[in-house]
């Protein structure tokens, strides 16, 4: 079993859906979380960053954690064409951050 | 703040020459610095961690000789491919660590290799 799990895609939505991206893990020592975004040739970007369980809002995206399921999730709402890109999911268990772990990345389109 | 840059964005090179890519952080101190390769349509893959003077831990599979590193200050690091051969073009990415911060990544654009 890989240490992190994502649907690779692709995942396509109309402009205006709301889009669940997630991501299941192993290692119940993983406490920090983060979604990057990737466009096509160009370096991740870093979007949303959780410590531990719970929610976090930034705009039209909401990053949850459960880690009791070992399950994180991206929402995203009202969806817009300049959304779609690779959205990679992150994990690390050391403040000094010694020890990331990668999703694939689920590769999203929003069509207009 | 946060902002990693990388130079060059691509370079094309013919098959037995070096080829240096240069990783900045241009407004923090980077404790850690990452280097990953990434081949069309796949994801991350981790080559090597450095810290700042020390030498860099190398992934398995990962050839040291190869994919000389050298993080000489807090806010550069570099990757010299040695000897290129074409199976070695690829999407090279870096990623730091703050000082201080140091549970999130930030990312460089990456820099497109090409070996002829």
Known sequence: ?112 | GAVVSQHPSWVICKSGTSVKIECRSLDFQATTMFWYRQFPKQSLMLMATSNEGSKATYEQGVEKDKFLINHASLTLSTLTVTSAHPEDSSFYICSATRQGATDTQYFGPGTRLTVL
Do not use: H
């Not at chain 1, 999911?89 to 694939?104: E, I, L, R, T």
């Open chain 1, 1 to 112: 079993q890989k240490e992190v799990e994502q649907d690779p895609g692709p995942l396509s939505v109309p402009e205006g859906a709301i889009v669940s991206l997630n991501c299941t893990y192993s290692n119940s020592a993983f406490q920090y979380f983060m979604w990057y975004r990737q466009y096509s040739r160009k370096g991740p970007e870093l979007l949303m960053y959780t410590y531990s369980s719970g929610n976090k809002e930034d705009g039209r995206f909401t990053a949850q954690v459960d880690k009791s399921s070992k399950y994180i999730s991206l929402f995203i709402r009202d969806s817009q064409p300049s959304d779609s890109a690779t959205y990679l999911c992150a994990m690390s268990d050391k403040v000094y951050g010694q020890n990331f772990v990668f999703g694939p990345g689920t590769r999203l389109s929003v069509l207009p």
